[in-house]
Nanobody, 122 residues
Framework: VQLQAFGGGSVQAGGSLRLSCAAS????????VGWFRQAPGKEREFVAAINWSGGVTHYADSVKGRFTISRAIARITVYLQMNSLKPEDTAVYYC????????????????WGQGTQVTVSS
């Protein structure tokens, strides 16, 4: 199984970015995809997650109302639309997949993408 995360970049505060996470290698029936981020010197933290049907989404309090997670219907591709970005959103963003329900704990995910850098300048 491979996860590919892409779409990061550098923006000014208030700007937007959309991250994508694509899974390949096998099919899944029950799964959740989560986005996590890790800033230098900090632990990896939960950002948002979505379940296999797209009907359940979770967000960290710090991104509620600014970020939106969604998924493509035909394949395992998950998007994270990030609006009103703040300098504190600067981090490497990782997507993870677990063959179960949504979790906010990064160590409960089975597969990971390579990470994509998001830098927000003030």
């Amino acid at each position: 199984v491979q996860l590919q995360a892409f779409g990061g970049g550098s923006v000014q505060a208030g700007g937007s970015l959309r991250l994508s996470c694509a899974a390949s290698g096998r099919t899944f029936s029950t799964y959740a995809v989560g986005w996590f981020r890790q800033a230098p010197g900090k632990e990896r933290e939960f950002v948002a997650a979505i379940n296999w049907s797209g009907g359940v989404t979770h967000y960290a309090d710090s991104v509620k109302g600014r970020f939106t997670i969604s998924r493509a219907i035909a394949r395992i591709t998950v998007y994270l639309q990030m609006n009103s970005l703040k300098p504190e959103d600067t981090a490497v963003y990782y997507c993870g997949l677990r063959e179960s329900f949504i979790s906010h704990l990064w160590n409960e995910y089975d597969y990971w993408g390579q990470g994509t850098q998001v830098t927000v300048s003030s």
